[in-house]
């Protein structure tokens, strides 16, 4: 059983940076890739990025690319999302998740666990 938890969230004014983390309780085997999701109000839970277990591959919704960087420490058990330009549509409670396989994948069924979720609000 893996329990992760993601912290960073907050209040920022569009232009800003947020950096999340997300510290797994256990130590994460090569069968882990991670990924991060949101989700906002009236909306469906959507794929933000994901990362390999070696962080060798890594993926990014297109709304994000070039804005978003995903990382990870596993000497630390903790994953990351740097957050840049953020914009007011960013706004969403962002998950952290352990993948079934060593590739992270898009679709929230390839991940078997998840965090509680940190708030993330852009303002205008």
């Known amino acids: 059983q893996v329990t992760l938890v993601e912290s960073g969230g907050g209040l920022v004014q569009a232009g800003g940076s947020l950096r999340l983390a997300c510290t797994a309780s256990?130590?994460?085997?090569?069968?882990?890739?991670m990924g991060w999701f949101r989700q906002a109000p009236g909306k469906e839970r959507e794929f933000v990025a994901g990362?390999?277990?070696?962080?060798?591959?890594?993926r990014y919704e297109d709304s994000v690319k070039g804005r978003f960087t995903v990382s990870r420490d596993n000497a630390k058990s903790t994953l990351y999302l740097q957050m840049n330009s953020l914009k007011p549509d960013d706004t969403a409670v962002y998950y952290c998740?352990?993948?079934?396989?060593?590739?992270?994948?898009?679709?929230?069924?390839?991940?078997?666990?998840w965090g509680q979720g940190t708030q993330v609000t852009v303002s205008s």
């Open positions: 990362i390999s277990w070696n962080g060798a591959i890594t």
């Open positions: 998740a352990a993948a079934r396989s060593a590739v992270a994948a898009a679709s929230s069924s390839g991940y078997n666990y």
């Open positions: 256990a130590r994460l085997t090569s069968n882990n890739g």
